[in-house]
Protein backbone atom coordinates (compact mmCIF):
# COMPACT_ATOMS: atom_id res chain seq x y z
CA UNK A 1 0.00 0.00 0.00
CA UNK A 2 1.06 3.50 -0.99
CA UNK A 3 1.95 5.76 2.11
CA UNK A 4 3.69 8.85 2.10
CA UNK A 5 4.53 10.55 5.56
CA UNK A 6 5.26 13.30 6.35
CA UNK A 7 7.15 15.27 9.35
CA UNK A 8 9.26 18.24 10.57
CA UNK A 9 6.71 20.39 11.07
CA UNK A 10 6.58 22.49 14.46
CA UNK A 11 5.79 25.61 16.29
CA UNK A 12 8.05 28.78 15.22
CA UNK A 13 8.06 32.59 15.21
CA UNK A 14 8.11 34.81 12.92
CA UNK A 15 11.62 34.31 10.42
CA UNK A 16 12.80 30.99 11.46
CA UNK A 17 13.25 28.07 8.95
CA UNK A 18 11.87 24.41 9.27
CA UNK A 19 12.83 21.44 6.88
CA UNK A 20 9.86 19.62 5.83
CA UNK A 21 10.39 15.36 4.87
CA UNK A 22 7.87 13.33 3.44
CA UNK A 23 9.05 9.96 2.69
CA UNK A 24 7.12 7.10 0.07
CA UNK A 25 6.45 3.88 0.36
CA UNK A 26 4.91 1.16 -1.59
CA UNK A 27 5.85 2.81 -4.79
CA UNK A 28 8.21 3.71 -7.66
CA UNK A 29 9.28 6.76 -5.88
CA UNK A 30 11.41 8.14 -8.83
CA UNK A 31 8.75 7.46 -11.13
CA UNK A 32 6.26 10.00 -9.38
CA UNK A 33 5.93 13.91 -9.46
CA UNK A 34 6.02 15.15 -6.05
CA UNK A 35 4.40 18.45 -4.58
CA UNK A 36 3.79 20.24 -1.40
CA UNK A 37 -0.12 21.49 -0.55
CA UNK A 38 -1.31 22.95 2.26
CA UNK A 39 -4.65 23.94 4.54
CA UNK A 40 -5.36 26.58 7.00
CA UNK A 41 -8.48 26.08 8.73
CA UNK A 42 -11.23 27.15 6.76
CA UNK A 43 -9.43 27.80 3.78
CA UNK A 44 -8.94 25.79 0.67
CA UNK A 45 -5.79 23.60 -0.01
CA UNK A 46 -3.52 25.54 -1.61
CA UNK A 47 -0.64 24.44 -3.59
CA UNK A 48 3.04 25.32 -2.03
CA UNK A 49 5.57 23.65 -4.47
CA UNK A 50 5.82 21.03 -7.09
CA UNK A 51 9.19 18.51 -7.92
CA UNK A 52 9.72 16.93 -11.61
CA UNK A 53 10.77 12.71 -11.51
CA UNK A 54 14.48 13.72 -11.51
CA UNK A 55 14.55 16.92 -9.46
CA UNK A 56 15.29 19.05 -12.27
CA UNK A 57 12.12 21.07 -13.21
CA UNK A 58 10.42 22.66 -9.54
CA UNK A 59 7.72 25.13 -9.10
CA UNK A 60 6.83 27.17 -5.81
CA UNK A 61 3.54 29.60 -5.87
CA UNK A 62 4.30 32.92 -5.62
CA UNK A 63 3.67 33.25 -2.17
CA UNK A 64 6.29 31.03 -1.16
CA UNK A 65 8.85 31.83 -4.23
CA UNK A 66 12.21 33.05 -2.73
CA UNK A 67 11.28 31.41 0.83
CA UNK A 68 10.77 27.84 0.33
CA UNK A 69 12.63 25.70 -1.72
CA UNK A 70 11.51 21.71 -2.98
CA UNK A 71 14.17 19.21 -3.56
CA UNK A 72 14.03 15.65 -3.63
CA UNK A 73 16.40 12.54 -2.89
CA UNK A 74 15.02 9.42 -4.55
CA UNK A 75 17.73 7.42 -3.21
CA UNK A 76 15.90 7.96 0.33
CA UNK A 77 12.62 7.71 -1.51
CA UNK A 78 12.03 11.71 0.12
CA UNK A 79 10.75 14.91 -1.01
CA UNK A 80 11.83 17.96 1.36
CA UNK A 81 10.62 21.46 1.31
CA UNK A 82 12.88 24.03 2.94
CA UNK A 83 10.99 26.59 4.54
CA UNK A 84 12.64 29.75 5.47
CA UNK A 85 11.98 33.19 6.54
CA UNK A 86 8.47 31.77 7.94
CA UNK A 87 5.37 34.22 8.63
CA UNK A 88 2.78 33.72 10.29
CA UNK A 89 0.51 33.16 6.82
CA UNK A 90 2.45 30.12 6.57
CA UNK A 91 0.54 28.56 9.47
CA UNK A 92 -1.07 25.15 8.11
CA UNK A 93 -0.82 21.88 7.98
CA UNK A 94 1.26 21.12 5.15
CA UNK A 95 0.35 17.88 2.77
CA UNK A 96 3.07 15.98 0.26
CA UNK A 97 1.29 14.37 -2.68
CA UNK A 98 2.49 11.96 -5.22
CA UNK A 99 1.06 11.85 -9.44
CA UNK A 100 2.77 8.90 -11.67
CA UNK A 101 0.71 10.25 -14.75
CA UNK A 102 1.33 13.65 -13.85
CA UNK A 103 4.10 16.74 -15.14
CA UNK A 104 4.89 19.01 -12.25
CA UNK A 105 1.43 20.24 -11.46
CA UNK A 106 -0.24 23.25 -9.40
CA UNK A 107 -3.58 21.34 -9.01
CA UNK A 108 -4.74 19.12 -6.32
CA UNK A 109 -6.43 16.44 -9.43
CA UNK A 110 -3.07 15.75 -10.88
CA UNK A 111 -1.67 13.74 -7.77
CA UNK A 112 -3.20 10.32 -6.50
CA UNK A 113 -1.59 9.99 -3.53
CA UNK A 114 -1.59 11.98 0.13
CA UNK A 115 0.00 12.04 3.24
CA UNK A 116 -1.53 13.46 6.00
CA UNK A 117 0.30 16.04 6.71
CA UNK A 118 2.10 17.78 9.17
CA UNK A 119 1.56 21.14 11.12
CA UNK A 120 3.51 24.44 10.78
CA UNK A 121 2.35 26.98 13.01
CA UNK A 122 4.25 30.29 13.10
CA UNK A 123 3.72 32.84 15.50
CA UNK A 124 4.34 36.74 15.56
Known amino acids: QVQLVESGGGLVQTGDSLRLSCVGS????????MGWFRQAPGKEREFVAAISRSGIVTKHADSVKGRFIISRDNAKNTVYLQMNSLKPEDTAIYRCAAGYNAAVSTTTQRYEYWGQGTQVTVSS
Open 26 to 33: GLTFSSNV
